[in-house]
């Protein structure tokens, strides 16, 4: 290890001591029926999603949570159930994920279940243990610098960010959809994410693809196309309207959310943002529809990438609309399946490459 690094590992370890002085730490604290109560649920988890089978993970004590020095100031995300903070361990900053004060352990467990079966696949976010001896879970991260796809995007932590090129966004999107396949066909049952935002996507040093929370994933039957789940889960914008109104939860729920992603990278705007003619809140796949239909998509191009870097021809920008807009087609019957979009996005890398 260089001296630079020891000079700032010594810093860091003298400023996290301070902090602890001031009351700057979250402070756990667990007990043996916790303990047997999460890791029952966290075996009928691992049952009814993967038939039992799973990749064992490092189960960390409370002392070992408190150790990490969790920085109750430096919340990294907020969630409906919880948050995460910023934490410190074997010499690394860590993600520590917390469901807060209700009764949230068993999707903290299913997140487990799931992110340690996911955990082999390169574009997910990397779980490196968890804690089951706290009411709820606690799960430990890997720390991705470069925060979340969202932030990057809209920069809502008023950072100077490098913004993402067309060509990144591309191989992002690329990168979501194969994930997400994987979701849909390694197991012996589909598992639908159910909760797919660019708040869900870390990017590595790379900027490359970290897919998260896993909380809200629920597997669909053996031989069945969907399954029926009175509670909706998901975030508003992203949702597919037929799980909005019907709580049937199928694999194309799942597409259509990634069809909004696919706007939202190509756009840079929220699924319900600023319309100029009306001057408030519009539909962004409304407006992008209208768009492609009076043939102006250079209109929908995030501003930021034209000023910034090469853009997409009109080939290929219309090919990527059109792909956005089969996954959020009304019907579900008519979206493809992630697998398809998958291989029509490695098809247009492939294809604006060769043009460039």
Request: contains cysteine; hydrophobic residues 35%.
């Amino acid at each position: 290890m260089k001296l630079t690094d020891i000079l700032r590992y010594f810093l860091r370890d003298l400023k996290l001591q301070k902090s602890k002085e001031s009351g700057k730490y979250q402070s756990f604290s667990g007990n043996e029926e916790n303990f047997n109560k999460n890791r029952a649920t966290l075996l009928e988890e691992r049952i009814s999603l993967f038939n039992g089978r799973t990749n064992s993970i490092r189960c960390f004590s409370v002392d070992e949570i408190n150790s990490m020095s969790v920085d109750k100031n430096r919340v990294t995300a907020v969630t409906s159930y919880g948050r995460s903070f910023r934490g410190a361990w074997d010499g690394k900053f860590v993600q520590v994920k917390t469901f807060g004060d209700s009764e949230q352990y068993e999707l903290a467990c299913r997140e487990i279940a799931v992110a340690a079966e996911m955990g082999t696949h390169r574009n997910v976010h990397r779980l490196l243990g968890c804690c089951l001896h706290t009411k709820n879970p606690i799960l430990v991260y890997e720390w991705e610098e470069k925060g979340t796809l969202h932030s990057r995007i809209f920069n809502d932590e008023g950072e100077s960010k490098e913004t993402l090129e067309w060509k990144d966004r591309l191989r992002i999107a690329w990168e979501i959809a194969h994930v997400v396949a994987y979701l849909h066909t390694a197991f012996d049952r589909p598992i639908v994410h159910r909760d797919l935002k660019p708040e869900n996507v870390y990017l590595d040093q790379d900027d490359s693809v970290r897919l998260s929370d896993f909380s809200s994933s629920i597997s669909i039957p053996a031989g069945e196309k969907y399954v029926e789940y009175e509670v909706i889960r998901g975030t508003v914008g992203y949702i597919a309207p037929e799980y909005f109104n019907s709580s049937r939860v199928a694999e194309s729920c799942d597409v259509y959310s990634f069809g909004m992603i696919l706007l939202v990278l190509l756009t840079g705007k929220f699924p319900f943002t600023e319309c100029r003619s009306t001057q408030g809140l519009c539909n962004l796949l409304e407006w992008v529809s209208e768009c492609h239909a009076v043939n102006c998509l250079c209109d929908v191009v995030d501003p930021t990438i034209t000023r910034n870097g090469p853009i997409p021809d009109e080939v290929h920008l219309k090919a990527i609309v059109e792909l956005a807009l089969s996954c959020l087609a009304r019907d579900e019957e008519c979206r493809p399946t992630m697998v398809d979009v998958a291989t029509q996005l490695k098809d247009i890398i492939i294809s604006s490459s060769d043009s460039l």
